[in-house]
């Protein structure tokens, strides 16, 4: 079928998410902090975990557990088989056209130091220029910053407005000749801020440029296809999108996954090794030396099967929903200012109460059972721009409810009262 035909089944199916359900699925979700039931609004910086994830880690180790791809035995196979159909099922998730552009990293950061450590210092010299955007996560930032400093090339940054959305034609305006690669967020974790990612991407091509796009806050809510994006390399973490921690993958067109020199050396990266010369493998295996998260790599496809086990879109309208609904509310809040509002956001509720510390604010919500983030979200930049230290990030995941923003709402009014 194609896509279109899909969506638009997808549009009239107007299924609804069980959040009830969801909810049974992950056990962490039923306890109390502080006598208090818990609201876990902390997504954005790692999602709990389905059973589902906790039973296929659980069932790897009692049940087939080995290295993977040398050994000829039978657990060493059935490993193997199992770490190799969660790369295809990743391949699947990201719409990729061959599971060999799927490469296991332990995240998104991994992900992207990789691809500018690979491609970066193959492909960028002196006088070349590295384009990012104003509201990059600092693991979208430091490694080009580290790969322009080694090369002598220059790192250009697109702005973004008050409302915290790249301003289009200064993104355009900073494209040229001597762009070799534009790497940019696809949801911002710290404004929420959805990227017309298509239309960038589309863009940086245009002028000849590579394009890396940071899938961290994307992957948990969008159903993704990477050859309609159009991007070259795209990133996402395991832990993010419900599946265990320190696994993720990177996806790269094949025909530039295979022009690029490997990024550590070790086992399982080589076709042959002697003292005088070693003949490198093919990707993917070229870019993982080591033996890899197995157990990690199988948790994350239990996971990318949990996501696909619902209607994609009765996910998003529900994140959707919570969305506008917390938007709302917050919004009536008095000394409260909300921070990115951007006409097309995803998942993340960002602001700062007037006069008191946004540490503060997270340490008396945490008294309430109520899970957010304070801090800079490894946004510095993004800070700077809206003039302020840290912000609360409340963040919203498939199974949160509203009443749990109704409780984050009077936690904050509860904040007003302590500090008035
Ligand atoms: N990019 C974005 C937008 C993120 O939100 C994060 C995590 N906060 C990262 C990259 C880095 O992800 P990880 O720490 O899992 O490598």
Same mark, same amino acid.
């Given at each position: ?10 549009? !009239?199916? +107007?299924?609804? &998410? ?10 962490? &979700? ?10 876990? &609004? ?5 999602? =709990?975990?389905? %059973? ?46 061959? %599971? ?22 193959? !492909? ?62 696809? *949801? ?16 940086? !091509? ?10 961290? =806050?994307?992957?948990?809510?969008? !159903? ?63 870019? %993982? ?9 199988? +948790? ?60 503060? *604010? ?59």
């Amino acid at each position: 079928m194609v896509s279109t035909e899909k969506a638009a089944i997808d549009r !009239q199916s +107007g299924a609804v &998410l069980d959040v009830e359900a969801v909810r049974r699925d992950f056990p962490a &979700l039923a306890q109390k902090i502080h006598g208090r039931p818990l609201a876990y &609004l902390d997504s954005a910086a790692s999602a =709990q975990k389905p %059973e589902a994830v906790i039973a296929a880690q659980g069932r790897c180790y009692r049940e087939y557990y080995s290295n993977v791809h040398r050994g000829v035995h039978t657990l060493s196979q059935r490993s193997t088989e199992a770490y190799e159909r969660a790369r295809a099922r990743v391949a699947r998730f990201l719409g990729a056209a061959s %599971e060999r552009e799927i490469v296991f990293v332990r995240g998104a950061t991994e992900g992207i130091n990789l691809v500018a450590q690979t491609w970066g210092r193959s !492909q960028v010299s002196a006088g070349d220029e590295v384009l990012i955007t104003e509201m990059e996560h600092h693991s979208n930032i430091v490694p080009w910053q580290m790969l322009c400093e080694e090369r002598g090339a220059r790192l250009r940054v697109a702005p973004i407005d008050d409302q915290g959305q790249v301003i289009p034609e200064e993104f355009q305006r900073r494209l040229g000749e001597r762009t070799r690669i534009a790497a940019f967020t696809h *949801v911002s974790n710290a404004l929420g801020t959805i990227n017309p990612v298509r239309e960038m991407t589309a863009a940086a !091509q245009a002028a000849g440029a590579v394009v890396l796009v940071d899938g961290a =806050q994307a992957a948990p809510h969008f !159903q993704l296809d990477v050859q309609e994006l159009g991007c070259d390399f795209y990133v996402f973490s395991s832990h993010k999108a419900y599946g265990p921690t320190g696994v993720g993958a990177l996806y790269g067109r094949l025909a530039l996954l295979e022009k690029m020199p490997p990024y550590q050396g070790g086992g399982e990266m080589i076709r042959s090794v002697t003292f005088e010369k070693t003949e490198y493998a093919p990707p993917p295996a070229r870019f %993982e030396a080591g033996t890899p998260d197995i157990a990690g790599a199988i +948790g994350l496809a239990a996971a990318l099967d949990y996501i696909d086990g619902h209607d994609r879109r009765a996910i998003q309208r529900h994140e959707e929903d919570l969305l506008r609904y917390g938007t709302e509310a917050l919004s009536r809040l008095p000394g409260l200012r909300l921070i990115g509002t951007a006409a097309h956001k995803a998942a993340v509720l960002s602001f700062v109460v007037d006069g008191v510390h946004a540490h503060d *604010v997270g340490t008396i919500l945490d008294l309430e059972g109520i899970a957010v983030r304070v801090g800079h979200h490894c946004a510095q930049p993004v800070m700077r721009h809206f003039r302020v230290p840290a912000t609360v990030r409340a963040s919203l995941a498939l199974y949160n409810r509203r009443d749990e923003i109704d409780r984050l709402v009077a936690g904050v009014r509860k904040v007003r009262e302590v500090f008035a």
